[in-house]
């Protein structure tokens, strides 16, 4: 793929099989308090 | 869905259901906005007809480049489909459990900042400090609550939780010695204003606290002009040396250096480079939350800046990183491969739910930016969640409840927003804010953009 470059990331949709563990940072308890950004939290899952 | 964008010298294609990220050239990137809406053969007398005279751009290429597509197609890399709503309502329906409170341990402070959501800390009410037999209920209330979830957060939160300092350290006591009997993991974070930090709050915060936040706007005129102490002088002079003691002290642990920035300062980027010259490293800095009467509210006229501001901080960024005197800014921490699953995704931030609120005389809100309005009081630590109605209402909040997010590349980032940025803004919390989505999306752009360019430097 010449033209097209994929970067690694986390497939979503597979994430789905072992996810939703709710371990990870609730997203407004750091530095934000005014937003909701829920994609740079850390994934704190152990068995995925 | 496919959001394609060009930033900074990089043609960027984000498949969002998937969390793919795509890195194109000129022709790539034309011929996926044409993919789905025209045959191949049309795409090809487009192509030809827009790079003509370009050597390397031939009937040939085109079709090889159609062939890559498909195959990013068929992987589920690229227009991947939107297969999450049901799940959105079904998980979170499931979930019942608290896993983290903000204690408002102190509704007074000893600044009187005149931008403050929470009213110099009062939140439109008495003032008043957490008594240590109320901290300890919210305590046992969010242990009772928590189920299985190991990890479990506290925010010491105000007005200024250092002046409620005695309470806060028996309420740590108290949670060191309930984890053990409950196989749970409390992570403290405390935010404040440094006033005053001292060497034994120092000691125990970077002993104790997971995170600590510390408030400052940036340049010395721009934090004093609204950051000031009830004499009208700026508080400055006064926190930025302990904030550096502190830091200094903390052992490479968490903070953040968190400051706003408001019509005034629409050259924010300029306060976040004075913190990082400073020497502070993860660095934080919101748009403010106001009326939009208020004289430093943000205006639309402000947003083309703001939006170059970002793009300039994001630029900076890089730059500085290769230099070897990098920093951290909250909104553009992404980690493309260990990221939050989808769940996370899609749930929104948890408020009324799995985060709330306690106030000092042990009521619950949904969350901090509630606390004062009596329509959202939920219950209390002693009698639990009462309102069910309004529980309900926060419970609907995820990334698929609002028709204005339907077709927004960036909901699997902000999972719908901020249900009080949305109930400021509109009067309900299933609005959209929509000042403030065009600011988020331009973040997750320049986040996206940094990530591209360490995988290209590497």
Same mark, same amino acid.
């Not at chain 1, 033209?3 to 709710?22: H, N, P, Q, V, Y």
């Not at chain 2, 049309?42 to 031939?58: H, R």
């Given at each position: 793929?010449?033209?097209?470059?994929?970067?690694?990331?986390?497939?979503?949709?597979?994430?789905?099989?072992?996810?939703?563990?709710?371990?990870?940072?609730?997203s407004c308890q750091s530095a934000c308090k005014t937003s909701c950004g829920v994609a740079n939290q850390q994934c704190e899952n152990k068995k995925k | 869905m496919v959001h394609q964008y060009k930033l900074n010298g990089y043609n960027i294609v984000l498949d969002t259901c998937s969390g793919s990220v795509h890195v194109v050239d000129d022709v790539a990137y034309d011929i996926i906005a044409l993919y789905q809406?025209?045959?191949?053969?049309?795409?090809?007398?487009? #192509?030809?007809?827009?790079?003509?005279?370009?050597?390397?751009?031939?009937?040939?290429?085109v079709l090889l480049c159609l062939e890559d597509i498909r195959a990013l197609e068929k992987a589920g890399k690229l227009f991947s489909a939107d297969i999450y709503e049901n799940m959105a309502f079904d998980f979170k329906n499931r979930s019942q459990v608290v896993k983290a409170l903000c204690l408002h341990v102190a509704h007074t402070c000893n600044l009187n900042c005149s931008y403050c959501f929470a009213s110099q800390g009062k939140y439109q009410g008495d003032r008043a400090l957490m008594s240590f037999e109320v901290g300890k209920q919210a305590f046992d209330f969010l242990i009772a609550n928590s189920g299985s979830r190991r990890n479990l957060e506290v925010d010491f939160f105000g007005g200024e939780p250092l002046m409620n300092w005695e309470v806060v350290k028996?309420?740590?006591?108290?949670?060191?010695?309930?984890?053990?009997?409950? @196989?749970?993991?409390?992570?403290?974070?405390?935010?404040?204003?440094?006033?005053?930090?001292?060497?034994?709050? @120092? @000691?125990f915060l970077n002993r104790e606290m997971s995170n600590v936040v510390l408030?400052? @706007?940036?340049?010395?005129? #721009?934090?004093?002009?609204?950051?000031? *102490?009830?004499?009208?002088?700026?508080?400055?002079?006064?926190?930025? +040396?302990?904030?550096?003691?502190?830091?200094?002290?903390?052992?490479?642990?968490?903070?953040y250096m968190r400051g706003t920035f408001t019509h005034n300062n629409v050259d924010f980027t300029n306060d976040i480079f004075h913190m990082a010259d400073l020497g502070f490293t993860e660095l934080s800095m919101e748009p403010v939350?106001? &009326? +939009?009467? *208020?004289? %430093?509210?943000?205006?639309?006229?402000?947003?083309?800046?703001?939006?170059? =501001? %970002?793009?300039?901080?994001?630029?900076?960024? #890089?730059?500085?990183k290769k230099a070897g005197n990098g920093f951290v800014f909250y909104h553009y921490m992404l980690d493309l491969k260990n990221g939050p699953?989808?769940?996370?995704?899609?749930?929104?931030?948890?408020?009324?739910?799995?985060?709330? &609120?306690?106030?000092?005389?042990?009521?619950?809100?949904?969350?901090? =930016?509630?606390?004062?309005?009596?329509?959202?009081?939920?219950?209390?630590i002693w009698d639990g969640v009462t309102n069910l109605a309004v529980q309900e209402e926060f419970r609907h909040c995820n990334a698929y409840a609002r028709p204005e997010c339907r077709d927004c590349w960036a909901k699997l980032y902000c999972s719908g927003g901020c249900a009080a940025n949305a109930y400021h803004a509109t009067g309900k #919390?299933?609005?959209?804010?929509? %000042?403030?989505?065009?600011?988020?999306?331009?973040?997750?752009?320049?986040?996206?953009?940094? =990530?591209?360019?360490e995988s290209e430097e590497a």
């Open positions: 793929m010449e033209r097209i470059k994929t970067i690694e990331t986390r497939d979503l949709k597979k994430s789905a099989a072992a996810g939703g563990c709710g371990e990870c940072q609730t | 809406q025209h045959e191949a053969e049309e795409i090809v007398k487009e #192509i030809l007809s827009k790079y003509d005279g370009l050597p390397d751009i031939t009937r040939e290429e028996r309420l740590v006591a108290y949670a060191r010695e309930q984890e053990k009997l409950h @196989d749970k993991n409390f992570r403290f974070t405390l935010t404040t204003n440094g006033m005053l930090l001292s060497d034994e709050v @120092d @000691d408030s400052l @706007d940036g340049r010395k005129e #721009i934090h004093d002009h609204l950051r000031k *102490d009830y004499a009208g002088r700026g508080s400055y002079d006064a926190i930025v +040396p302990k904030f550096k003691r502190l830091v200094e002290k903390r052992g490479g642990k968490n903070y939350v106001c &009326a +939009p009467t *208020d004289p %430093y509210a943000l205006t639309e006229e402000d947003l083309p800046e703001l939006f170059r =501001q %970002y793009e300039l901080l994001a630029e900076e960024m #890089i730059r500085r699953c989808i769940y996370k995704r899609i749930t929104g931030c948890g408020s009324g739910t799995e985060y709330m &609120a306690v106030t000092p005389w042990g009521e619950l809100f949904p969350c901090h =930016q509630f606390v004062g309005d009596p329509k959202y009081s939920l219950g209390n #919390i299933s609005g959209v804010y929509e %000042y403030g989505c065009e600011l988020f999306k331009k973040r997750i752009e320049c986040a996206v953009m940094m =990530q591209v360019a």
